[in-house]
């Protein structure tokens, strides 16, 4: 996959975009990163790309010229045609059906917002705006950040297996059941038994009811679309009204 990204501070993605995982990615070939300096494509000599908003009122709007100058030859610089984002507070919300969807395109290309946003007329040349949550950040620089590591770490080769990404958090349309390591017991808090056992078929079946627990106790809204057998359901409804019940008694202390 190749993503390419076009923002006025191309300094704050090499860190990142060298370091851990993505790094390691980029270094197998799984995604090929091109960051570029939006300047690159003004034509006065203070490289300028943003102007005052017609109608007045606060801050600077980033003008349309330099962002369809490189979303069009950056679009002709590949075989591959990109699939063009815009990082925008206003955006669909990223989550990680949307995520799994960008992540099987061969080539993104994500335009990083700054001041109060790109002129209106950027988004004919937009394929799809998104927002990484209901609140406002100063430019799209960290939007664009998550947006990479997130499609990244579901390229083919990159995680060290790949179930872990089918039973992550949201994979199942549920938050990840709870995970432990050694030791086994430490200060008086033990492991649960099961995932000591050994019984694989036993271990499988404690972690789809405890991500069914979790998720009924911090996202319920996250159940009406999963998957779940009415078993499962009334599993899930018990533990939300056990919730519920605790909640109500009386303070007894
Ligand atoms: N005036 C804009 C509005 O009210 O929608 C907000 C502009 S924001 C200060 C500057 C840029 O940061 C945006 O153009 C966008 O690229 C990026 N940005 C800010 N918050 C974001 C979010 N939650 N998701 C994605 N991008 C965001």
Sequence with gaps: MRIDIVTIFPQIFEPVLSSSMLGIARQKGAVEFFVHDLRDWTDDRHRTT?????????????????????????????????????????GRRLDQRLVEDL??????????????GVDERVRDVVDLEVSIGDYVLTG??????????????????????????????FSWGLLEYPQYTR????????????????????????????????????????????????????????????YRNERKEPDRG
């Design 183 to 242: 030791p086994a017991s430490f200060e008086g808090r033990d492991v649960p038994q099961v995932l000591l056992s050994g019984d694989h078929k036993k271990i499988q079946q404690w972690r789809r009811l405890e991500a069914i627990r979790r998720t009924a106790l911090r996202r319920p809204d996250l159940l009406r679309t999963a998957d779940l057998t009415d078993e499962e359901r009334a599993f899930a409804q018990r533990v939300i009204d056990e």
């Design 50 to 90: 943003d102007d005052y908003p017609f109608g007045g009122g606060n801050g600077m709007i980033m003008k349309p010229e330099p962002l369809f100058r490189a979303v069009r030859e950056l679009a002709a610089a590949d075989a591959r045609a990109p699939y063009v984002l815009l990082t925008c507070p206003q």
């Design 103 to 116: 992540a099987a395109r061969d080539r993104l290309l994500v335009l990083c917002g700054r001041y109060e």
């Design 140 to 169: 799209g620089e960290l939007p664009a950040l998550v947006i990479v590591d997130a499609v990244t770490r579901l390229q083919p080769g990159v995680l060290a297996s790949p179930e872990s990404a089918e039973e992550e958090s």
